[in-house]
């Protein structure tokens, strides 16, 4: 099993270095694949940020590289939770701390406009400061 890093899933997604992107594409087709909740998330943020990737078009990337039959991605009820959250209207990263949090019963935050979201998704108590 490989894990691999944001660049490879970006290089994969965009295809923006023919070369690159044809190397990460060989890693992921010829291996099984471990992919963090971590590179998940960075991955999310560079390409909205980076690339202006549509919210849909990522998360339907998402949703088929989940379905890979050789990927495995760590914690992946939580981050399969945060991507449905993320498409209800959470912002991804507040979605995946959200969802990791599903261990506590409260979750506290000084960001209102995530807590007002929130409360409509989650079981969890949202608790404003």
């Known amino acids: 099993m490989i894990s691999v890093d944001t660049n490879i899933l970006v290089r994969v997604l965009t295809k923006d270095d023919p070369v690159q992107a044809e190397q990460a594409a060989a890693i992921m087709k010829e291996n099984d694949i471990f992919i963090s ?3 998940i998330l960075e991955t999310e943020w560079v390409l909205r940020y980076t690339y202006k990737t549509d919210k849909q078009v990522i ?4 949703q088929k ?3 890979l039959p050789n990927v495995q991605i760590e914690d992946f009820a939580n981050v399969s939770q945060a991507v449905l ?14 969802s990791s949090s599903r261990i ?5 935050t000084f960001d209102t406009a995530f ?4 409360e409509t ?5 949202i608790i404003r400061v």
């Open 37 to 39: 909740k971590t590179v």
């Open 85 to 98: 959250w993320h498409e209800q209207g959470l912002d991804f990263a507040d979605a995946l701390h959200l």
């Open 104 to 108: 506590a019963n409260k979750f506290a």
């Open 121 to 125: 998704v989650s079981e969890i108590s």
């Open 59 to 62: 998360i339907s990337a998402f």
């Open 65 to 67: 590289l989940f379905g």
């Open 115 to 118: 807590a007002k979201k929130a």
